[in-house]
């Protein structure tokens, strides 16, 4: 991933082969659930078929204590869509004024 003021840039892995297979379907399922519009995803703004890039906007990171006091298991299953998140600080952040996850493509 790559961090710039604005965006946030998802390659997949390189690193290792099962990783990349693993980082091309996370970031085709990103692109999506997007178009869901769900205010609990951090929107996909650009996507490059097949997985090979996803842009969305970059959240504002949660503090620790944002994070702890987050009732995780409501903010997955709530509702229409159960968000496919996992439970640790770096899936979440602050995106325009609310919490959303910014990792859903496990």
Not at 17 to 31: D, I, K, V
Not at 67 to 72: A, I, M, P, T
Not at 95 to 100: C, E, I, K, L
Request: a positive charge; one cysteine or more; glycine letters at 8%.
């Amino acid at each position: 991933m790559l961090l710039t003021n604005r965006w946030a840039l998802k390659f997949p892995a390189i690193t290792e082969w099962r990783l990349f297979l693993h980082g091309l379907l996370a970031n085709m399922q990103e692109a999506t659930f997007s178009k869901t519009r769900h205010l609990k995803l951090c929107p996909v703004k650009f996507s490059v078929p097949g997985g090979f890039l996803v842009v969305m906007p970059r959240a504002e990171e949660l503090s620790r204590d944002e994070f702890y006091s987050l009732d995780v298991g409501s903010f997955v299953h709530s509702g229409d869509l159960a968000v496919p998140v996992e439970n640790k600080l770096s899936s979440f952040g602050k995106y325009r004024g609310r919490v959303v996850a910014t990792d859903y493509g496990s």
